[in-house]
């Protein structure tokens, strides 16, 4: 399954970095669904990342209540 579930994990380790979601914290507005440019994360009941995200940070940057965290390995 080419999906992740954010929620459950908590962090999901991508090449370059690492994005973290607080589950608990999330309105499940789906801002950051609607701003991603590669179309990689869905919201239903959880919050999920497909292959292919960049770690942009643009999700991160539209979410009200700060439940999206991008980290990149410096």
Known sequence: MWL???????????SGG???HDGSICM???ACVSVCPFDV???????????GCSECGDCA????VDAIRCYHEI
């Not at 992740?4 to 991508?14: E, G, K, P, R």
């Not at 994360?41 to 292959?51: I, K, N, S, T």
């Not at 940057?61 to 009200?64: D, E, G, K, L, S």
């Open 18 to 20: 690492q994005l973290k």
């Open 28 to 30: 499940r507005c789906g």
């Open 61 to 64: 940057a539209v979410c009200p």
């Open 4 to 14: 992740v579930n954010l929620i459950q994990s908590d962090d999901h380790i991508h």
């Open 41 to 51: 994360l869905e919201l239903e009941y959880e919050l999920m990342v497909g292959e």
